[in-house]
């Protein structure tokens, strides 16, 4: 790891002052950064941890929608979204308990890791992606593998999760990883049901909307019967062919439907 | 440089450290705590693993800047003065939850986490927990009847392997 200044600032104002040192990047858990660090893939000349400012932290729950600060951890996600019972137990299945005691959800959103779980969560509930200069709808903030909406410096303060009737997310966990080989994360809205499927597409999360239309008509499994995605999009790679994404995308999706109710 | 103070195993340390230290190397090389090893040095195997402020984190990818301040706890602060083992450190001994023991120090930091936590865990809670600590010797079996031995539960029926 190349040298570099760090900085801990206790306001998302100060963070963002920090942040437009040139090269600056912010560190939420670096539970990603330090690898990509270590690795020389990555070389800030300043890291500005957001670890220290309280703003970002925490979750609340208002009026049918579950906040979460952008410097929260998967582990505090896991005990204290309870009023969304899918996404509690999503965050809880990431990684390991250590991973989960440092990574944060701003760190993941902005990563947008093609294999990820949260990028699957959020756009499946139509969450709402908050940062110090705007909010961003989650349908434009993914925008293909390690690509988001985030400008240079700009940072993730929370994320609004509005709670849906019901929800379930299916993880195919690739062992070695921890990452899913792929998820399908399914949320039942009082706008229509959303499908959004990780770990599949070279294009990162997506939504698969045949299945949403087959499941706006019935909600259940059988629903599904007979729709496949186009394997030829899928990643393929020594874990998994691209047939065996597409499939695993089929069975994953009826089985969230069927565990959602 | 950069000073930075915590408390190690309930006793103060200083040190200068350069942003990039990592907590596993300012442990290891500044304060000569070597019971934390370094397996894989990518977060993958939790060799390092360490607690901060009473949680289990992989040293090897945190910060030492980022644990000014913090408590810290390390394998070598588990047994007594004397030396007599604690109660989990015991079980892996008396459960043959070791052979090289390269894993053992992060094992136990985990386990000791886990039981704070969930001071009665299922078989099926223990693997859940050690998910991120592998394990190149043991083949986990007797890492896990360690744990359910140290929680007080009764193994006796378990075989070893
Ligand atoms: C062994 C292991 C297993 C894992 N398993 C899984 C898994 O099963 N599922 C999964 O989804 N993930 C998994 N991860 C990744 C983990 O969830 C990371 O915590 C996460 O991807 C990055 O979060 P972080 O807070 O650590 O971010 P960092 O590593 O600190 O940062 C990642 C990137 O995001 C930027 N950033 C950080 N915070 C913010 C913010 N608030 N606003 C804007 N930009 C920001 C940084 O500048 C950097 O570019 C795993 C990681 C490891 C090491
Ligand atoms: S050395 Fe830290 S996880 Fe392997
Ligand atoms: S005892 Fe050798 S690696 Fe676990």
Redesign the interface.
Known sequence: ??????E?PSSVADAVAALKAEDALALGG??TL??T??QRLAAPSK?V?L?GIGEMKGVSNDGGAVSIGGATTH?AVAAGAGAYPALADMAGHI?????R??GTIGGSLANNDPSADYPAAALASGATIVTNAREIAADDFFQGMFTTALDEGEIITGVRFPVPEAANYQKFLQPAS?FALVGVFVAKTGDGVRVAVTGASEEGVFRWSEAEAALNGTFSAGALEGLSVDADSMIGDMHGSKAYRAHLVGVLTKRAVAAAG | M?QVSMTVNGQAANGDV???T?LSSFLRDQLGLTGTHIGC???QC?AC?VHVNG????SC???A??ADGAEVATIEGQAAEDGTLNAIQQAFQDNHGLQCGFCTPGMVM?AT??LKDNPKPSEADIRA?L???ICRCTGYHNIVKSILAASGQDVAGIAAE
Do not use: I, W
Not at chain 2, 55 to 58: D, L, S
């Open positions: 790891m190349y040298e570099f200044e760090f801990q670096g539970q330090l690898a660090m270590k890291l941890s670890s582990a990684g390991d308990p250590a991973v005691n440092r921890r | 950069t350069e942003g990039r990592l040095d990518t977060s939790g693993v949680e289990a984190v992989k990818t945190m910060l800047v980022e985990s986490a886990l927990y998910s991120g600590n």
